[in-house]
């Protein structure tokens, strides 16, 4: 990932700090990768970091490659939130151990797989109450 072409955005979204990258920059496909997005979190001093699924390697999506895994175990190794959010239907449609995966992560409070950023938004909303 390295070098973003832009940087995010800091927003606070149901009273948390939320780092938001943008639509376009490096794919994240490896576990320095996701060692950048912690430190950029970090850096923000954000709890939440939401990241375009256009941003993310396809490898991810194949579970047999564990990167989907190691990203999620950092995150709670560092006490980190994140949200993918954008449109995988087709990977969803491709694999069912990927929707069983989607399914349980959405279930908890440490990695998300949205539809969108609105989604997000909802979803961090009971977080303000």
Not at 39 to 58: G, I, K, Q, T
Not at 64 to 92: M, P, W
């Amino acid at each position: 990932m390295n070098a973003p072409t832009s940087s995010p955005t800091v927003r606070h979204i149901g009273g948390l700090r939320t780092l938001v990258f943008s639509d376009t920059g490096p794919a994240l496909a490896t576990g320095q990768d996701t060692h950048d997005l912690i430190s950029a979190a970090w850096e923000h001093e954000a709890e939440w970091l939401v990241l375009p699924a256009a941003r993310v390697h396809p490898d991810f999506f194949r579970l047999d490659t564990r990167i989907a895994g190691e990203l999620i175990q950092k995150f709670v190794n560092y006490r980190l939130h994140c949200a993918v959010v954008g449109d995988i239907s087709a990977h969803l449609a491709a694999s069912k151990s990927l929707r069983d995966f989607a399914y349980e992560t959405n279930r908890g409070r440490v990695f998300w797989l949205l539809d969108d950023a609105a989604a997000f938004e909802a979803r961090l909303a009971p977080a303000a109450a």
